[in-house]
């Protein structure tokens, strides 16, 4: 079984900032980090460092920006399928992390806008009954439909993170098999149960630092986070969804309540340091998480 992860590819640059800056104000920042990120990069390098096969496709611009993707990306366990676009940006995020540990995100979304539904469908080359589809909210609604009902016709399993939400994903659902959702993404989607009404088989809320929950026909099943310090949230979603449907998908179950436990340890370890994809756990991490929850659990 392999996951095929379609989405945004970025470069992130991490300051550090007393407060978020008003309309007009000139701050001062420091540096924290510059890292790989985009919410399909995070996902698709999180489930490689797994052990589940896992094939990333996304566009990039002709740039150095993509050059510098391309080669971080290839020191990952991952096969990268990128189609270089000309005249294109490659896509860029400034995350804002304020003192108090909150933190403000701007990705520009040029590249992965213009992944067109061809390109994006050619990435499923090899792909077989049973593997899995995983989607975020970044590619154009053209693209992100033409995915869903691609995989549907191939027969595989779909997963859908509705982020950054978009008004397209609403007739969407029913090719969506999971739903990964934050407690604002669930209400502004007029809540889980609306998600299950619709077709989707199991949705997972991650509540933060309060952990998570799934939430299937058959009721609800609440997992602690683990206990850390804060030092960076950034991909932390994107950390939690790839391992929860890696270890569902290695273990060959549907989504279950072992699959958020090693979730919510990945995610831990990613919200205790700084950084996006330089804060996930590494491959020997990853064994460590996936066989110990399993063994408590
Ligand atoms: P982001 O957009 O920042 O990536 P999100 O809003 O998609 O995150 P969250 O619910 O904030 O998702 O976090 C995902 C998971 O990360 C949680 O379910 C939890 O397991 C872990 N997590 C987040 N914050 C904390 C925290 N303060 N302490 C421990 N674990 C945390």
Redesign the pocket.
């Known amino acids: 079984m392999k996951a095929y992860v379609v989405g945004n590819a970025a470069l992130d640059e991490t300051l550090a900032v007393d407060d978020f800056p008003r309309p007009g104000a000139s701050i001062f920042g420091a540096s924290l980090s510059r890292d790989l990120g985009g919410k399909g990069l995070n996902q698709a390098v999180a489930m490689a460092r797994t052990g589940l096969p896992c094939v990333f496709v996304a566009a990039v611009g002709q740039d150095a920006r993509g050059r510098e993707i391309a080669d971080r990306l290839a020191r990952e366990p991952l096969t990268t399928r990128l189609t270089q676009l000309t005249g294109v940006a490659t896509d860029a995020s400034t995350i804002l992390m304020a003192a108090a540990g909150e933190n403000a995100v701007i990705t520009t979304r040029e590249a992965a806008s213009a992944l067109s539904p061809g390109q994006a469908v050619g990435g499923l080359a090899g792909s077989a009954p049973g593997d899995l589809l995983v989607l975020q909210g970044n590619l154009s609604a053209g693209t992100t439909g033409a995915l869903l009902r691609e995989a549907r016709g191939r027969g595989m399993t779909t997963a859908m993170n509705p982020?950054p939400l978009q008004p397209y994903f609403a007739p969407l659902w029913p090719l969506v098999d999971m739903a990964f959702v934050?407690e604002g993404e669930a209400e502004a989607l007029g809540g889980t149960g609306h998600l299950l009404e619709q077709g989707v088989q199991s949705v997972v809320l991650?509540?933060?630092?309060a952990?998570?929950a799934l939430i299937t026909a058959k009721g609800q099943t609440r997992v602690a986070?683990?206990?850390?310090t804060?030092r960076d949230?950034?991909?932390?979603?994107?950390c939690?969804m790839a391992t929860a449907l890696a270890s569902a998908a290695l273990r060959g179950v549907a989504l279950d309540a072992t699959a958020l436990t090693h979730?919510?340890r990945a995610?831990?370890h990613t919200?205790a340091r700084p950084g996006t994809v330089a804060a996930f756990p590494t491959e020997a991490e990853f064994a460590d998480i996936l066989g110990k929850a399993e063994q408590r659990s």
């Not at 991650?206 to 630092?209: D, E, M, R, S, Y």
């Not at 986070?225 to 850390?228: F, K, L, S, W």
């Not at 949230?233 to 994107?238: E, M, P």
């Open positions: 982020s934050n991650t509540l933060g630092a952990g998570a986070a683990v206990p850390c804060v949230t950034t991909g932390a979603g994107d939690f979730a919510t995610a831990a919200v």
